[in-house]
């Protein structure tokens, strides 16, 4: 059984973000929609679509190395349904980010001919690379631009202003604020929002969000959390009765001999937003 969570998250830097994108669609040929592979549907901006006006759009279908492999191609497929021009990449390694400029080329072929045709065969191809916070654009640009070429951590919120990147290839890039949408009316999509840190963990019940989480991963992975907290007699148990099995396994007391499920939830959070729980989708396609 999962607990109920309200989770609404809009801080104002954010409105000032949608706006910036806005303003500045208009000196962009194409826009990047960087996507978390763990949860390609809840990591879209379902205002994107309005903010970037039309422009062609690539779908960056970023950190495959931390998804479901078997998940990762048929996402990759399905989004191609609808003409999208769909990337898996790996920021961390690189994987996958090398086909920006053929795919860029490509899809822009008809703008690229008319340019020289003007005579204008110098001009930069200029690409907004825009998502929600905590998907890995930044990991994504500065391995384009094969150098730190903006401040990364993973955590949401990191890049603020507007920031031009010239990968020295005929391409520039203009790198934007995460940006999130102000109500979230599928509880699901904030959960795993929630779960992949693209919401900061202040602003929640971190317990009740573990408990979450450990609950979900109880129905989507039993035998990674056996494994890694070494559970057993878990049939039909809660999230939160999970939490306290895996803390007792793990030592984790407090005063009163109660278990200390705090330390218990960041370190749950921790475990599966690095890595160590193996390759995990949240969410499923067939």
Same mark, same amino acid.
């Given at each position: ?13 954010? @409105? ?14 194409? =826009? ?19 903010? +970037? ?5 690539? $779908? ?39 086909? !920006? ?6 899809? !822009? ?19 907004? =690379? ?10 994504? +640009? ?15 919120? =990191? @890049? ?45 019940? $971190? ?58 939830? =960041? $370190? !749950? ?18």
């Amino acid at each position: 059984m999962q607990n109920e969570m309200n989770i609404q998250w809009y801080p104002g830097h954010m @409105t000032k973000a949608r706006r910036m994108i806005s303003d500045n669609i208009k000196l962009i040929d194409a =826009v990047c929609e960087v996507i978390d592979a763990r949860i390609p549907i809840s990591s879209r901006n379902p205002e994107l679509d309005d903010m +970037i006006k039309g422009k062609p759009k690539i $779908i960056i279908l970023n950190r495959i190395d931390q998804a479901d492999i078997n998940m990762n191609k048929k996402w990759a497929a399905l989004l191609s349904k609808d003409g999208a021009v769909v990337i898996e990449t790996d920021s961390k390694t690189g994987k996958g980010v090398d086909k !920006l400029e053929s795919v860029t080329r490509k899809l !822009l072929s008809d703008k690229i001919a008319l340019n020289k045709e003007k005579g204008q065969t110098g001009k930069l191809i200029r690409l907004m =690379v825009a998502g929600i916070p905590n998907v890995g654009k930044s990991s994504f +640009i500065n391995r384009l631009a094969k150098r730190k070429a903006t401040q990364t951590a993973d955590k949401p919120g =990191v @890049t603020r202003g507007k920031q031009w990147i010239n990968l020295g290839n005929g391409i520039e890039l203009l790198d934007t604020p995460g940006v999130l949408w102000p109500k979230f009316e599928d509880k699901e999509v904030a959960e795993n929002l929630a779960f992949t840190g693209a919401i900061r963990d202040q602003v929640m019940d $971190i317990e009740t969000l573990a408990a979450n989480l450990m609950f979900r991963l109880s129905k989507l992975y039993l035998d990674r959390i056996i494994e890694r907290y070494k559970l057993d007699n878990i049939d039909e148990l809660t999230g939160y009765e999970l939490l306290e099995k895996a803390a007792k396994k793990r030592g984790f007391l407090i005063s009163g001999g109660e278990y200390d499920l705090e330390r218990m939830s =960041v $370190i !749950l959070l921790d475990e599966f937003r690095g890595g160590k729980l193996g390759r995990i989708s949240l969410e499923w396609t067939y």
